[in-house]
Protein backbone atom coordinates (compact mmCIF):
# COMPACT_ATOMS: atom_id res chain seq x y z
CA UNK A 1 0.00 0.00 0.00
CA UNK A 2 1.55 3.15 -1.28
CA UNK A 3 1.17 6.44 1.59
CA UNK A 4 1.25 9.69 1.14
CA UNK A 5 4.78 10.53 2.54
CA UNK A 6 6.52 13.51 3.51
CA UNK A 7 10.72 13.44 3.64
CA UNK A 8 13.03 14.78 6.20
CA UNK A 9 16.49 15.57 5.16
CA UNK A 10 18.47 16.14 8.08
CA UNK A 11 21.39 18.49 7.94
CA UNK A 12 22.13 17.49 11.44
CA UNK A 13 19.71 19.55 13.35
CA UNK A 14 18.79 18.86 16.78
CA UNK A 15 15.17 18.57 16.22
CA UNK A 16 15.06 16.23 13.19
CA UNK A 17 13.07 13.64 14.89
CA UNK A 18 10.39 16.19 16.13
CA UNK A 19 9.81 17.41 12.92
CA UNK A 20 8.85 13.58 12.17
CA UNK A 21 7.09 13.20 14.91
CA UNK A 22 4.96 16.44 14.38
CA UNK A 23 3.95 15.73 10.64
CA UNK A 24 2.74 11.87 11.74
CA UNK A 25 0.47 13.89 14.07
CA UNK A 26 -1.05 14.95 11.05
CA UNK A 27 -0.88 11.54 10.14
CA UNK A 28 1.15 11.90 7.07
CA UNK A 29 3.80 9.45 7.02
CA UNK A 30 7.15 10.53 7.19
CA UNK A 31 10.73 9.46 7.27
CA UNK A 32 14.28 11.50 8.08
CA UNK A 33 16.90 10.95 5.73
CA UNK A 34 20.27 12.16 5.84
CA UNK A 35 20.86 15.41 3.32
CA UNK A 36 22.81 13.19 1.29
CA UNK A 37 20.76 11.07 -0.50
CA UNK A 38 20.33 11.39 -4.02
CA UNK A 39 18.17 12.95 -5.92
CA UNK A 40 17.35 9.51 -8.00
CA UNK A 41 16.32 7.98 -4.76
CA UNK A 42 14.17 11.26 -3.89
CA UNK A 43 12.42 10.94 -6.90
CA UNK A 44 12.07 7.28 -6.41
CA UNK A 45 10.43 7.43 -2.93
CA UNK A 46 7.88 10.28 -4.22
CA UNK A 47 7.38 12.33 -1.25
CA UNK A 48 4.65 14.91 -1.34
CA UNK A 49 6.49 17.26 0.24
CA UNK A 50 10.37 17.72 2.06
CA UNK A 51 11.46 19.62 4.62
CA UNK A 52 14.88 20.73 5.24
CA UNK A 53 16.40 20.23 8.80
CA UNK A 54 18.44 23.19 10.79
CA UNK A 55 21.40 22.18 11.58
CA UNK A 56 24.79 23.26 13.19
CA UNK A 57 26.62 25.08 9.96
CA UNK A 58 27.18 28.04 8.64
CA UNK A 59 26.05 27.62 4.48
CA UNK A 60 29.15 30.05 3.49
CA UNK A 61 31.72 28.04 4.86
CA UNK A 62 33.96 25.55 2.81
CA UNK A 63 32.82 21.93 4.26
CA UNK A 64 28.98 22.63 4.90
CA UNK A 65 26.15 20.43 4.17
CA UNK A 66 24.63 21.67 0.81
CA UNK A 67 22.26 19.72 -1.75
CA UNK A 68 22.03 19.59 -5.57
CA UNK A 69 20.05 22.63 -6.83
CA UNK A 70 17.80 20.85 -8.86
CA UNK A 71 16.02 19.49 -5.88
CA UNK A 72 14.00 23.26 -6.04
CA UNK A 73 13.17 22.20 -10.04
CA UNK A 74 11.33 18.74 -9.07
CA UNK A 75 8.16 20.28 -8.62
CA UNK A 76 7.70 19.00 -4.93
CA UNK A 77 7.00 21.37 -2.43
CA UNK A 78 10.23 22.00 -0.47
CA UNK A 79 10.22 23.62 3.60
CA UNK A 80 13.35 24.85 4.91
CA UNK A 81 13.76 25.37 8.95
CA UNK A 82 16.77 27.68 10.08
CA UNK A 83 19.58 26.05 8.38
CA UNK A 84 17.15 24.61 5.77
CA UNK A 85 15.78 28.23 5.07
CA UNK A 86 19.50 29.62 4.84
CA UNK A 87 20.52 27.09 2.46
CA UNK A 88 17.36 27.78 -0.01
CA UNK A 89 18.33 31.53 0.37
CA UNK A 90 22.00 30.82 -0.29
CA UNK A 91 21.62 28.50 -3.09
CA UNK A 92 18.34 30.31 -5.22
CA UNK A 93 20.76 33.79 -5.24
CA UNK A 94 20.15 34.89 -1.49
CA UNK A 95 22.22 36.51 0.97
CA UNK A 96 23.04 34.86 4.25
CA UNK A 97 25.20 36.47 6.36
CA UNK A 98 26.47 36.35 10.04
CA UNK A 99 23.50 38.21 12.54
CA UNK A 100 24.36 41.68 13.95
CA UNK A 101 22.11 40.24 16.96
CA UNK A 102 21.91 36.25 17.60
CA UNK A 103 18.07 35.40 18.57
CA UNK A 104 17.52 32.68 21.01
CA UNK A 105 14.06 31.47 22.51
CA UNK A 106 11.09 32.73 22.08
CA UNK A 107 10.29 35.88 19.91
CA UNK A 108 7.76 37.82 18.17
CA UNK A 109 7.64 37.55 14.54
CA UNK A 110 5.01 40.04 12.47
CA UNK A 111 3.39 38.00 9.68
CA UNK A 112 3.39 40.28 6.22
CA UNK A 113 1.26 39.51 3.26
CA UNK A 114 -1.07 36.19 2.46
CA UNK A 115 1.36 33.03 2.66
CA UNK A 116 -1.02 29.90 2.93
CA UNK A 117 2.22 28.62 5.23
CA UNK A 118 0.16 31.16 7.84
CA UNK A 119 -3.03 30.35 7.10
CA UNK A 120 -5.18 30.90 10.61
CA UNK A 121 -2.24 32.15 12.16
CA UNK A 122 -1.67 35.35 14.04
CA UNK A 123 -0.68 38.50 11.96
CA UNK A 124 1.72 38.23 15.60
CA UNK A 125 2.85 35.25 16.48
CA UNK A 126 6.23 33.85 19.31
CA UNK A 127 8.24 31.76 17.69
CA UNK A 128 11.48 29.54 18.70
CA UNK A 129 14.66 31.20 17.22
CA UNK A 130 17.60 29.51 17.71
CA UNK A 131 20.66 30.92 14.96
CA UNK A 132 23.71 32.81 14.73
CA UNK A 133 23.38 33.39 10.72
CA UNK A 134 20.68 35.15 9.25
CA UNK A 135 18.96 35.82 5.64
CA UNK A 136 20.08 38.92 5.34
CA UNK A 137 18.56 39.14 1.27
CA UNK A 138 16.00 36.69 -0.13
CA UNK A 139 16.13 35.85 -3.56
CA UNK A 140 14.52 37.68 -6.42
CA UNK A 141 11.98 35.56 -7.12
CA UNK A 142 11.23 35.07 -3.01
CA UNK A 143 8.66 37.73 -1.13
CA UNK A 144 9.07 37.92 2.47
CA UNK A 145 6.25 36.47 4.77
CA UNK A 146 7.32 37.51 8.39
CA UNK A 147 9.83 39.33 10.16
CA UNK A 148 10.98 39.67 13.75
CA UNK A 149 12.94 42.75 15.15
CA UNK A 150 16.21 41.30 14.45
CA UNK A 151 15.92 39.38 11.41
CA UNK A 152 14.36 40.25 8.30
CA UNK A 153 13.74 37.44 6.78
CA UNK A 154 11.99 35.12 9.53
CA UNK A 155 9.85 33.81 6.59
CA UNK A 156 9.93 33.56 2.69
CA UNK A 157 8.80 31.77 -0.36
CA UNK A 158 7.92 31.41 -3.70
CA UNK A 159 4.46 29.65 -3.39
CA UNK A 160 4.59 29.21 -7.33
CA UNK A 161 7.51 27.07 -6.87
CA UNK A 162 6.43 26.11 -3.86
CA UNK A 163 9.10 26.99 -1.70
CA UNK A 164 9.35 28.04 1.61
CA UNK A 165 11.68 28.64 4.37
CA UNK A 166 11.04 29.60 7.86
CA UNK A 167 14.32 30.85 9.76
CA UNK A 168 12.34 29.62 13.05
CA UNK A 169 11.58 26.06 14.73
CA UNK A 170 7.96 25.73 14.07
CA UNK A 171 8.10 22.11 15.30
CA UNK A 172 9.66 22.89 18.90
CA UNK A 173 6.73 23.67 21.09
CA UNK A 174 7.80 27.51 22.02
CA UNK A 175 6.45 28.39 18.70
CA UNK A 176 2.74 28.88 19.81
CA UNK A 177 1.47 28.45 16.07
CA UNK A 178 4.24 26.01 15.07
CA UNK A 179 2.12 23.10 14.57
CA UNK A 180 -0.38 24.83 12.76
CA UNK A 181 2.23 25.98 10.48
CA UNK A 182 3.25 22.93 9.73
CA UNK A 183 -0.25 21.71 9.16
CA UNK A 184 -0.51 24.14 6.62
CA UNK A 185 2.40 23.30 4.93
CA UNK A 186 1.42 19.35 5.02
CA UNK A 187 -2.10 19.91 3.77
CA UNK A 188 -2.45 23.72 2.20
CA UNK A 189 0.92 23.53 0.34
CA UNK A 190 1.63 19.52 0.02
CA UNK A 191 -1.87 18.20 -0.46
CA UNK A 192 -1.89 15.69 2.34
CA UNK A 193 -4.58 14.19 3.19
CA UNK A 194 -3.81 12.21 6.02
CA UNK A 195 -3.85 8.98 5.43
CA UNK A 196 -1.12 7.41 7.91
CA UNK A 197 -3.68 5.64 10.65
CA UNK A 198 -2.29 2.91 12.77
CA UNK A 199 -5.48 0.57 12.59
CA UNK A 200 -4.03 0.32 8.80
CA UNK A 201 -0.92 -0.19 10.05
CA UNK A 202 -1.72 -3.27 12.07
CA UNK A 203 -3.57 -4.92 9.43
CA UNK A 204 -0.87 -4.33 6.87
CA UNK A 205 1.27 -5.42 9.01
CA UNK A 206 0.04 -8.37 10.23
CA UNK A 207 -0.43 -9.10 6.53
CA UNK A 208 2.77 -8.67 5.84
CA UNK A 209 4.50 -10.78 8.44
CA UNK A 210 2.12 -13.38 7.84
CA UNK A 211 3.56 -13.68 4.26
CA UNK A 212 6.99 -12.81 5.18
CA UNK A 213 7.05 -15.86 7.89
CA UNK A 214 5.01 -18.10 6.45
CA UNK A 215 5.38 -21.58 8.39
CA UNK A 216 8.69 -20.07 10.49
CA UNK A 217 9.61 -20.54 13.80
CA UNK A 218 9.99 -17.25 15.56
CA UNK A 219 11.23 -15.92 19.43
CA UNK A 220 11.03 -13.07 21.06
CA UNK A 221 12.26 -11.75 24.58
CA UNK A 222 9.21 -10.50 26.06
CA UNK A 223 10.51 -7.81 28.75
CA UNK A 224 6.93 -6.61 29.83
CA UNK A 225 7.81 -3.22 28.49
CA UNK A 226 5.89 -1.63 25.61
CA UNK A 227 7.67 -2.09 22.73
CA UNK A 228 8.46 -5.55 22.82
CA UNK A 229 4.75 -6.73 24.65
CA UNK A 230 3.11 -5.10 21.35
CA UNK A 231 6.07 -6.08 18.93
CA UNK A 232 5.10 -9.87 20.55
CA UNK A 233 1.34 -9.66 20.33
CA UNK A 234 1.82 -8.19 16.68
CA UNK A 235 3.67 -11.08 15.99
CA UNK A 236 1.12 -13.81 17.70
CA UNK A 237 -1.41 -12.48 15.50
CA UNK A 238 0.24 -13.05 12.47
CA UNK A 239 1.69 -16.18 13.34
CA UNK A 240 0.16 -17.86 16.56
CA UNK A 241 1.36 -20.85 17.67
CA UNK A 242 5.01 -20.60 15.60
CA UNK A 243 5.73 -17.40 17.94
CA UNK A 244 7.84 -18.58 21.11
CA UNK A 245 8.05 -15.68 24.09
CA UNK A 246 10.46 -16.23 26.43
CA UNK A 247 9.89 -13.74 30.00
CA UNK A 248 13.22 -13.69 31.99
CA UNK A 249 12.51 -12.83 35.67
CA UNK A 250 15.87 -11.64 36.88
CA UNK A 251 14.68 -10.47 40.05
CA UNK A 252 15.29 -7.06 39.99
CA UNK A 253 11.63 -6.06 39.06
CA UNK A 254 8.77 -3.67 40.81
CA UNK A 255 6.92 -5.68 43.26
CA UNK A 256 4.40 -8.09 41.23
CA UNK A 257 5.76 -7.31 38.08
CA UNK A 258 6.35 -10.93 37.03
CA UNK A 259 2.96 -12.07 37.94
CA UNK A 260 1.36 -9.28 35.48
CA UNK A 261 2.99 -9.61 32.52
CA UNK A 262 2.20 -13.07 33.33
CA UNK A 263 -1.11 -12.69 33.99
CA UNK A 264 -1.59 -10.73 30.57
CA UNK A 265 0.96 -12.91 28.23
CA UNK A 266 0.54 -16.43 29.73
CA UNK A 267 -1.61 -19.48 29.47
CA UNK A 268 -4.38 -17.91 31.42
CA UNK A 269 -4.08 -14.40 29.34
CA UNK A 270 -6.39 -13.32 26.80
CA UNK A 271 -3.37 -13.81 23.50
CA UNK A 272 -2.85 -17.35 24.29
CA UNK A 273 1.19 -16.99 23.68
CA UNK A 274 3.24 -19.62 23.71
CA UNK A 275 4.53 -18.34 26.65
CA UNK A 276 8.28 -19.42 28.75
CA UNK A 277 8.56 -17.84 32.10
CA UNK A 278 11.95 -17.93 33.26
CA UNK A 279 12.39 -17.42 36.83
CA UNK A 280 16.48 -16.42 36.86
CA UNK A 281 16.51 -14.56 40.04
CA UNK A 282 19.01 -16.31 41.94
CA UNK A 283 21.35 -16.92 39.26
CA UNK A 284 21.30 -13.21 38.85
CA UNK A 285 21.83 -12.27 42.78
CA UNK A 286 24.88 -14.64 42.82
CA UNK A 287 26.97 -12.93 39.69
CA UNK A 288 26.22 -9.83 41.57
CA UNK A 289 27.38 -10.66 45.09
CA UNK A 290 29.72 -8.54 45.91
CA UNK A 291 29.34 -6.00 42.97
CA UNK A 292 29.46 -2.40 43.49
CA UNK A 293 30.71 -0.47 40.53
CA UNK A 294 27.51 0.44 38.69
CA UNK A 295 28.50 -0.06 35.20
CA UNK A 296 30.07 -3.76 36.31
CA UNK A 297 26.38 -4.03 37.34
CA UNK A 298 25.08 -3.18 34.37
CA UNK A 299 27.39 -5.70 32.52
CA UNK A 300 26.66 -8.16 34.11
CA UNK A 301 22.78 -7.80 34.40
CA UNK A 302 23.06 -7.51 30.20
CA UNK A 303 25.23 -10.82 29.73
CA UNK A 304 23.55 -13.06 32.47
CA UNK A 305 20.77 -12.21 30.38
CA UNK A 306 21.91 -13.52 27.15
CA UNK A 307 22.86 -16.33 28.76
CA UNK A 308 19.61 -17.52 30.40
CA UNK A 309 18.20 -16.52 26.87
CA UNK A 310 20.45 -18.41 25.03
CA UNK A 311 19.52 -21.78 27.13
CA UNK A 312 16.27 -21.51 26.73
CA UNK A 313 16.76 -20.88 22.87
CA UNK A 314 18.33 -24.23 23.23
CA UNK A 315 15.69 -25.87 24.34
CA UNK A 316 13.82 -24.66 21.57
CA UNK A 317 15.67 -25.32 19.18
CA UNK A 318 16.77 -23.53 15.61
CA UNK A 319 14.24 -20.71 15.25
CA UNK A 320 14.03 -18.80 12.24
CA UNK A 321 13.61 -15.50 13.10
CA UNK A 322 13.92 -13.36 16.17
CA UNK A 323 11.66 -10.65 17.06
CA UNK A 324 13.22 -7.50 18.34
CA UNK A 325 11.56 -3.83 19.12
CA UNK A 326 13.37 -1.33 17.38
CA UNK A 327 11.73 1.91 17.11
CA UNK A 328 12.12 4.57 14.87
CA UNK A 329 14.23 7.00 17.13
CA UNK A 330 17.03 4.10 16.87
CA UNK A 331 16.89 3.85 13.23
CA UNK A 332 17.16 7.37 12.62
CA UNK A 333 20.10 7.57 15.38
CA UNK A 334 21.93 4.47 14.07
CA UNK A 335 21.30 5.50 10.29
CA UNK A 336 22.85 8.60 10.20
CA UNK A 337 26.47 7.68 10.72
CA UNK A 338 26.55 10.61 13.94
CA UNK A 339 27.79 10.44 16.89
CA UNK A 340 26.08 7.20 18.31
CA UNK A 341 24.54 7.51 21.31
CA UNK A 342 25.84 5.02 23.44
CA UNK A 343 24.53 3.18 26.59
CA UNK A 344 25.13 0.37 28.39
CA UNK A 345 21.84 0.10 28.28
CA UNK A 346 20.91 -3.43 28.68
CA UNK A 347 18.30 -4.79 25.82
CA UNK A 348 18.08 -7.58 23.83
CA UNK A 349 20.57 -5.32 21.19
CA UNK A 350 23.19 -8.26 22.36
CA UNK A 351 21.05 -11.20 21.37
CA UNK A 352 21.59 -11.73 17.72
CA UNK A 353 25.26 -13.22 17.97
CA UNK A 354 24.28 -16.28 20.52
CA UNK A 355 21.06 -17.85 18.80
CA UNK A 356 20.97 -19.52 15.55
CA UNK A 357 18.23 -17.61 13.68
CA UNK A 358 17.98 -16.68 9.77
CA UNK A 359 16.49 -13.57 10.22
CA UNK A 360 16.07 -10.87 12.73
CA UNK A 361 12.20 -9.05 12.25
CA UNK A 362 11.33 -5.39 13.97
CA UNK A 363 7.64 -5.06 13.22
CA UNK A 364 8.05 -1.57 14.86
CA UNK A 365 10.87 0.05 13.55
CA UNK A 366 9.07 3.02 11.45
CA UNK A 367 6.93 3.92 14.46
CA UNK A 368 7.72 6.59 17.64
CA UNK A 369 6.87 5.63 20.62
CA UNK A 370 3.38 7.27 20.54
CA UNK A 371 2.08 4.95 17.78
CA UNK A 372 3.76 2.37 19.35
CA UNK A 373 1.15 3.01 22.11
CA UNK A 374 -1.52 3.73 19.94
CA UNK A 375 -0.95 0.04 17.69
CA UNK A 376 -0.56 -1.53 21.37
CA UNK A 377 -4.12 -0.22 21.97
CA UNK A 378 -5.36 -1.40 18.61
CA UNK A 379 -3.73 -4.24 19.57
CA UNK A 380 -6.33 -4.81 23.06
CA UNK A 381 -3.32 -4.54 25.07
CA UNK A 382 -3.92 -3.10 28.70
CA UNK A 383 -4.03 0.36 29.28
CA UNK A 384 -1.95 0.13 32.17
CA UNK A 385 0.95 -1.75 30.28
CA UNK A 386 0.70 0.62 27.01
CA UNK A 387 1.53 3.64 29.40
CA UNK A 388 3.81 2.18 31.64
CA UNK A 389 6.95 4.41 32.25
CA UNK A 390 9.94 3.44 30.90
CA UNK A 391 11.85 0.96 33.40
CA UNK A 392 15.28 0.14 32.62
CA UNK A 393 16.81 -3.03 31.32
CA UNK A 394 19.10 -3.70 34.56
CA UNK A 395 15.51 -3.10 36.97
CA UNK A 396 16.13 -2.85 40.75
CA UNK A 397 19.76 -3.67 40.05
CA UNK A 398 20.53 0.48 39.04
CA UNK A 399 18.09 1.49 41.80
CA UNK A 400 19.93 -0.62 44.69
CA UNK A 401 22.94 1.72 45.12
CA UNK A 402 26.18 -0.84 46.34
CA UNK A 403 25.88 -4.30 46.35
CA UNK A 404 22.36 -6.14 45.12
CA UNK A 405 20.90 -8.53 47.94
CA UNK A 406 17.37 -10.33 47.93
CA UNK A 407 16.71 -8.12 51.14
CA UNK A 408 17.49 -5.12 49.89
CA UNK A 409 15.58 -6.06 46.67
CA UNK A 410 12.71 -6.55 49.24
CA UNK A 411 12.78 -3.31 50.87
CA UNK A 412 13.35 -1.42 47.55
CA UNK A 413 10.25 -3.06 45.55
CA UNK A 414 7.80 -2.34 48.92
CA UNK A 415 8.90 1.36 49.16
CA UNK A 416 8.89 1.72 45.53
CA UNK A 417 5.04 -0.12 45.57
CA UNK A 418 3.87 2.33 47.85
CA UNK A 419 4.89 5.53 46.77
CA UNK A 420 3.61 4.40 42.81
CA UNK A 421 -0.10 3.62 45.51
CA UNK A 422 0.02 6.92 46.69
CA UNK A 423 1.26 8.84 44.02
CA UNK A 424 -1.71 7.06 42.12
CA UNK A 425 -4.44 7.52 44.58
CA UNK A 426 -3.83 11.54 44.87
CA UNK A 427 -3.88 11.41 41.13
CA UNK A 428 -0.04 13.37 41.07
CA UNK A 429 0.87 10.14 38.83
CA UNK A 430 -0.55 11.14 35.74
CA UNK A 431 0.96 14.42 35.81
CA UNK A 432 4.41 12.82 35.93
CA UNK A 433 7.03 11.42 33.76
CA UNK A 434 9.12 9.22 35.48
CA UNK A 435 9.37 7.97 38.96
CA UNK A 436 10.67 5.45 41.84
CA UNK A 437 11.88 4.67 44.67
CA UNK A 438 15.68 3.99 44.58
CA UNK A 439 17.74 2.21 47.63
CA UNK A 440 20.60 4.56 49.21
CA UNK A 441 24.00 2.42 50.57
CA UNK A 442 23.07 4.88 53.79
CA UNK A 443 21.86 3.79 56.97
CA UNK A 444 21.29 6.05 59.99
CA UNK A 445 20.61 6.68 63.47
CA UNK A 446 16.70 6.76 63.98
CA UNK A 447 14.38 6.34 66.86
CA UNK A 448 11.17 3.97 66.42
CA UNK A 449 9.19 3.34 70.28
CA UNK A 450 11.84 4.01 72.59
CA UNK A 451 14.33 1.94 70.29
CA UNK A 452 17.93 3.02 68.67
CA UNK A 453 17.79 2.23 65.20
CA UNK A 454 20.16 2.14 62.60
CA UNK A 455 18.40 1.76 58.91
CA UNK A 456 18.22 2.22 55.12
CA UNK A 457 17.75 5.50 53.63
CA UNK A 458 14.68 5.28 50.98
CA UNK A 459 15.61 8.19 47.78
CA UNK A 460 12.61 9.46 46.09
CA UNK A 461 12.92 10.54 42.41
CA UNK A 462 10.33 11.98 40.35
CA UNK A 463 10.72 14.10 37.34
CA UNK A 464 8.86 15.32 34.62
CA UNK A 465 10.81 15.52 30.75
CA UNK A 466 9.72 14.97 27.28
CA UNK A 467 12.68 13.12 25.85
CA UNK A 468 14.70 11.55 29.27
CA UNK A 469 17.96 13.45 28.45
CA UNK A 470 17.18 16.53 30.48
CA UNK A 471 13.99 16.15 33.13
CA UNK A 472 13.31 18.55 36.18
CA UNK A 473 12.34 17.56 39.61
CA UNK A 474 8.89 17.26 40.00
CA UNK A 475 7.08 19.22 42.74
CA UNK A 476 4.97 16.71 44.49
CA UNK A 477 2.39 18.20 47.05
CA UNK A 478 4.12 17.80 50.99
CA UNK A 479 0.84 16.88 51.95
CA UNK A 480 1.31 13.60 49.16
CA UNK A 481 4.65 13.48 50.48
CA UNK A 482 3.89 13.09 53.99
CA UNK A 483 1.46 10.22 53.48
CA UNK A 484 4.70 8.42 51.78
CA UNK A 485 7.23 8.89 54.00
CA UNK A 486 4.93 7.84 57.26
CA UNK A 487 3.97 4.71 55.12
CA UNK A 488 6.80 3.48 54.01
CA UNK A 489 9.04 3.86 57.35
CA UNK A 490 5.67 2.54 59.07
CA UNK A 491 5.39 -0.62 56.58
CA UNK A 492 8.81 -1.37 55.05
CA UNK A 493 11.04 -3.22 57.12
CA UNK A 494 14.68 -2.17 57.15
CA UNK A 495 13.79 1.80 56.42
CA UNK A 496 13.67 4.47 58.62
CA UNK A 497 14.19 7.90 56.98
CA UNK A 498 13.16 8.88 53.41
CA UNK A 499 14.73 11.46 51.49
CA UNK A 500 13.56 13.32 48.25
CA UNK A 501 15.82 14.05 45.38
CA UNK A 502 15.70 18.01 44.14
CA UNK A 503 18.29 17.62 41.13
CA UNK A 504 17.27 18.18 37.97
CA UNK A 505 18.84 16.10 34.82
CA UNK A 506 21.81 18.04 34.19
CA UNK A 507 23.74 17.49 36.41
CA UNK A 508 22.65 14.72 37.74
CA UNK A 509 20.92 11.94 36.10
CA UNK A 510 17.76 10.10 35.82
CA UNK A 511 18.27 7.11 37.50
CA UNK A 512 20.62 7.16 40.27
CA UNK A 513 23.28 5.08 38.80
P1 LIG B 1 19.35 8.43 32.99
O1 LIG B 1 19.55 7.80 34.34
O2 LIG B 1 20.46 8.10 32.02
O3 LIG B 1 18.03 7.78 32.41
O4 LIG B 1 19.08 9.90 33.08
C1 LIG B 1 17.39 8.17 31.21
C2 LIG B 1 16.33 7.14 30.89
O5 LIG B 1 16.96 5.89 30.56
C3 LIG B 1 16.57 4.87 31.46
N1 LIG B 1 17.77 4.09 31.75
C4 LIG B 1 18.00 2.87 31.29
N2 LIG B 1 17.27 2.08 30.48
N3 LIG B 1 18.94 0.43 30.62
C5 LIG B 1 17.73 0.84 30.16
O6 LIG B 1 17.09 0.09 29.43
C6 LIG B 1 19.74 1.16 31.44
O7 LIG B 1 20.84 0.74 31.83
C7 LIG B 1 19.24 2.45 31.78
N4 LIG B 1 19.75 3.46 32.53
C8 LIG B 1 18.83 4.45 32.50
C9 LIG B 1 16.02 5.59 32.68
O8 LIG B 1 15.08 4.79 33.38
C10 LIG B 1 15.41 6.83 32.06
O9 LIG B 1 14.13 6.56 31.54
Known amino acids: MEHEKILVLDFGGQYNQLIARRVRELNVYCEVHPYTMSLEKIKEYKPKGIIFTGGPNSV ?10 AIFDLNIPILGICYGSQLMAHLLGGK ?6 SEYGKTEINILGNSKLFDDCHRQTIVWMSHTDYISEAPKDFVITASSANCPVAAMENAAKKLYAVQFHPEVM ?15 VCGCVGDWQ ?8 IKELKAKIGDGKVLCALSGGVDSSVAAVLLSKAVGKQLTC ?4 HGLLRKNEAQEVEEVFGPQGPYKLNFVKVDASERFYNALKGVTEPERKRKIIGSEFIHV ?5 K ?12 IYPDVIESGLGKSAVIKSHHNVGGLPSVVDFKEIIEPLRLLFKDEVRKVGLELGIPENLVYRQPFPGPGLGIRIIGEVTKEKVRIVQEADAIYREELAKSGVAKNLGQYFAALTNMQSVGVMGDERTYEYAIALRAVNTSDFMTADWARIPFEV ?7 IVNEVKGVNRVLYDFTSKPPATIEFE
Open 60 to 69: YLADSPLIDK
Open 96 to 101: VEKAHV
Open 174 to 188: HSVEGKQMLKNFVTL
Open 198 to 205: MANFVKQT
Open 246 to 249: VFVD
Open 309 to 313: FEDEA
Open 315 to 326: KIGHVDYLVQGT
Open 481 to 487: MDIISRR
